[in-house]
C-alpha cells in the first residue's frame, strides 16, 4: 500500500470556484505534513504546512485530520495561476510524497 | 543565489552506456536527495544522503549508484542504463533540522533508447 495516496485529478475549474483535495495517509505515526506545488514542467517547491489546528495563507487553506488519516487543501477564489500539480506530502523518518493532483484553472 | 544545480538538463543517450547526473547545492545542506518521477508514479527516491560519506537507499534503487564524498555535491550514477530508467530526475536537498523543506533543482529529462 502506497505511504501517501492523492486523486490525480485533473480538476478543471473556472476562475473565481473554490476547490478541494484530499490526501491520506497510510502510516498513523506519521509526524508532519506538507503539501507542495508543481508548475508544469518545473521542481516542486513547498507550499505550506499542514498543521493540527489548520494553516491558512490567503486563498489557501490546509488541514489534518488525524483520525481519519487525511488531509486537505482548500483554495478560495481560484486565479489562472493557480493551475499546477499538488503535492501532498508526508514526513516520516523521511518525506514521502503522493503522485500529485492536477489543478487547472478556466478563464 | 541559493540553489540547487543539476547537469545535463537533457540526455539522450543509449542502452548500457554509462552516465553520471551531477548535483550540486551551494546552501550548505547536510540532506540530500535523489527522486525520479514518471506519469502515473509520482515522486519515488532513489537515494539520499543525511551526511557526507553517508548515503541510504529510496524507495527504487535498482540500477542506481550515489556518491557523496563532498557536502555540496551528490551525483547519480547509472552503470548501465536501460531504457526503463527514461524519466525526469530531480535532486534536492535541506538542512537536516527542516527536511521538509526540500529545495529541488531544475530536473533532468533522461531518455535511454
Known amino acids: 500500500r502506497k505511504e501517501v495516496e492523492q486523486d490525480p485529478g485533473p480538476f478543471n475549474v473556472p476562475e473565481g470556484a473554490t476547490v478541494a483535495f484530499n490526501c491520506t495517509y497510510s502510516n498513523s505515526a506519521s509526524q508532519s505534513f506538507f503539501w507542495y506545488r508543481q508548475d508544469c514542467r518545473k521542481e516542486p517547491k513547498l507550499l505550506m504546512s499542514v498543521y493540527s489546528s489548520g494553516n491558512e495563507d490567503g486563498r489557501f487553506t490546509a488541514q489534518l485530520n488525524r483520525a481519519s488519516q487525511y488531509i486537505s487543501l482548500l483554495i478560495r477564489d481560484s486565479k489562472l495561476s493557480d493551475s499546477a500539480t499538488y503535492l501532498c506530502v508526508v514526513k516520516e523518518n523521511n518525506l514521502f510524497f503522493g503522485t500529485g493532483t492536477r489543478l487547472t484553472v478556466i478563464p | 543565489e541559493a540553489q540547487v544545480t543539476q547537469n545535463p538538463r537533457y540526455l539522450i543517450t543509449v542502452t548500457g552506456k554509462k552516465l553520471t547526473v551531477t548535483c550540486s547545492q551551494n546552501?550548505?545542506?547536510?540532506?540530500m536527495s535523489w527522486y525520479r518521477q514518471d506519469p502515473g508514479l509520482g515522486l519515488r527516491q532513489i537515494y539520499y544522503s543525511m551526511n557526507v560519506e553517508v548515503t541510504d537507499k529510496g524507495d527504487v534503487p535498482e540500477g542506481y549508484k550515489v556518491s557523496r564524498k563532498e557536502k555540496r555535491n551528490f551525483p547519480l550514477i547509472l552503470e548501465s542504463p536501460s531504457p526503463n530508467q527514461t524519466s525526469l530526475y530531480f535532486c534536492?536537498?535541506?538542512?537536516?533540522?527542516?527536511?521538509?523543506?526540500?529545495?529541488f533543482g531544475p530536473g533532468t529529462r533522461l531518455t535511454v533508447t
Open positions: 546552501m550548505n545542506h547536510e540532506y
Open positions: 534536492a536537498s535541506s538542512p537536516l533540522a527542516a527536511l521538509y523543506e526540500q529545495y
